[in-house]
């Protein structure tokens, strides 16, 4: 965790008193969320969205009071980890921690999405770390992923490696982890995946950072995208 405390510590800052917060998923996000409940101890008076049902749990172990999307009014920010930033264009990969729906509405719900990573997480293109995580129906699982495999991505259903059950999403859904290399046209990629009737969502989450937080020990960087 302690990787994690300077980055928890600087978004930490950017939480207005009052605010409702997206609250992500996965052990960056889960730094933020520890030091978010000291914060609520300590008098800060926020309300959490959170993007899973493991953060919600966290979130109410802690105290942090929550919230719906129910309410129309954009949420000040959603803090929330990635698994690949790509340098330059902040573009991300997420869900490799499985919860990358919720993470793409409750970011849409929020006036920006802070994200905070680790050195590690950095790329020169999009796709290097060689998982793209794609949420499918059940229903439509084999469908899916043959024609994904028709667009050149090759995917594991998540939980049957061994042969075992399919890990199952908050959504009820599957998720297909599909190897990749270096993306030339994660845009179109995109398109085409969505376009797939079944597909729920994808990983690639393309132009929705505003802020990007990367911590190289306890030295921490503030990207936002260009222009
Ligand atoms: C969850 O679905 C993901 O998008 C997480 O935000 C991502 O996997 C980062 O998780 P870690 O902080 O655990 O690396």
Known sequence: MDDFAPLAARALEMVPDGARVGL???????AFIRALGERVRGGLRVRGVPTS???????????IPLD???D??????TVDGADEVERGTLRLIKGWGGALVRERIVAAASR???ILV????VVDRLGTRGRLPVEVLPFAAGLCRRLIAELGLQGTFRGTDGGGRPFVTDNGNWILDCA???LDEPAMLERSLRAIPGVVDTGLFLGTA????VADGSRIEEWKPAG
């Open 24 to 30: 992500g998923s996965g052990r960056t996000a889960t």
């Open 53 to 63: 049902e493991a953060t919600a749990q966290l979130a109410r172990s802690l105290g």
């Open 68 to 70: 719906t999307l129910d």
């Open 72 to 77: 129309a009014t954009p949420l000040e920010l």
């Open 112 to 114: 920006r999405q802070v």
């Open 118 to 121: 680790t050195a590690e997480k």
């Open 180 to 182: 990749v290399q270096p």
């Open 210 to 213: 505003a802020l990007v937080l």
